[in-house]
């Protein structure tokens, strides 16, 4: 995608940085009435339901092709221990 508006990289990384302070609170929030590992799984489920609907939307290979197993086996354990392990400790804290 080419974004033509100038400025655009600062734009987005402020956006970002705010999303994420609202996601934080938000989670905050809903970490004083669901206790960490319930709320990660809900997380990881949306997430991952709204993560491949834009990709069928926008008409995206799920694995594109050339892609080596070891590598997705690789990408599934890194995403089972960032998301999985480290988002549960973070709701915990």
């Known amino acids: 995608m080419d974004i033509q508006f100038p400025h655009a990289g600062e734009v987005f990384s402020t956006l970002c940085a705010l999303f994420w302070a609202v996601g934080v609170i938000l989670f905050k929030k809903s970490g004083e009435k669901v206790s960490p590992v319930p709320l990660n799984l809900f997380k990881d489920v949306v997430g991952t339901f709204l ?3 834009t990709m069928l939307v926008l008409g995206t290979d799920f694995i594109p092709p050339g892609t080596r197993v070891t590598d997705v086996l690789i990408l599934l354990a890194s995403g089972a221990l960032g998301i999985g392990i480290a988002d549960s400790v ?3 804290s």
Do not use: G, I, V
């Open 51 to 53: 993560f491949l609907a």
């Open 90 to 92: 973070f709701f915990a």
